[in-house]
Antibody, heavy 116, light 106 residues
């Protein structure tokens, strides 16, 4: 059964850093584009970044460009999101998704709280 | 940025009836549109992609239509498990979501 499991969320101070991870199982991870999408508490969805199946290409929303970096390790079936210079408005549940266009498989999400 | 606008914000429909949700794009996105269902505490679930193609395992009660800037998600014979928030998402230029429509029981 295909599955994505995120980890790495938690409480961080403004200006701090956090690295999220997403481990995939049950499907050919290296054959798919992957993405990170977030949802602030009680709010809608925001697509943050995607990465090509080989990891050679990635793109970002303007809101995180220059602060967040997406990467993957196909030998470990893992996707990552390095988040730097975190701000209060980055507080959200962060989802990884199997998605280049539409997300057909999502993890349960990991909560990131940015607060002093 | 392409802005996606969903209407109405909340719709009340009785079980067994049909619900029709709308999504409008600020510029043409061809048919590069997806629909998701989200229940409290759960991630979104893909229902429809390419405007009208049902995702794997999705009931035929869900149907999508439209192209260009106007899109519709229809849900027939509403069941208790269908009451949730629905989002549209365009992937023509980057990816942007609508603000969501809450489908509630009447």
């Amino acid at each position: 059964q295909a599955q994505l499991v995120e980890s790495g969320g938690g409480l961080v101070k403004p200006g701090g850093s956090l690295r999220l991870a997403c481990v995939a199982s049950g499907f050919n991870f290296s054959g798919h584009y992957m993405s990170w999408i977030r949802q602030a508490p009680g709010k809608g969805l925001e697509w943050l970044s995607y990465i090509s199946n080989s990891g050679s290409y990635g793109n970002y929303a303007d809101s995180v460009k220059g602060r967040f970096t997406i990467s993957r390790d196909n030998t470990k079936n893992s996707l990552y999101l390095q988040m730097n210079s975190l701000r209060a408005d980055d507080t959200a549940v962060y989802y990884c998704a199997r998605a280049g266009r539409a997300g057909d498989l999502w993890g349960q999400g990991t909560l990131v709280t940015v607060s002093s | 940025e392409i802005v996606m606008t969903q209407s109405p914000a909340t719709v009340s429909v009785s079980p067994g009836e049909r619900a029709t949700l709308s999504c409008r794009a600020s510029q043409s996105i061809s048919r590069k549109l997806a629909w998701y269902q989200q229940k409290p505490g759960q991630p979104p679930r893909l229902l429809i992609y390419d405007a009208s193609t049902r995702a794997t395992g999705i009931s035929a009660r869900f149907s999508g239509s439209g192209s260009g800037t106007e899109f519709t998600l229809s849900i027939s014979s509403l069941q208790s498990e269908d009451f949730a928030v629905y989002y549209c998402q365009q992937y023509s230029e980057w990816h942007t979501f609508g603000q969501g429509t809450k489908l509630e029981i009447k």
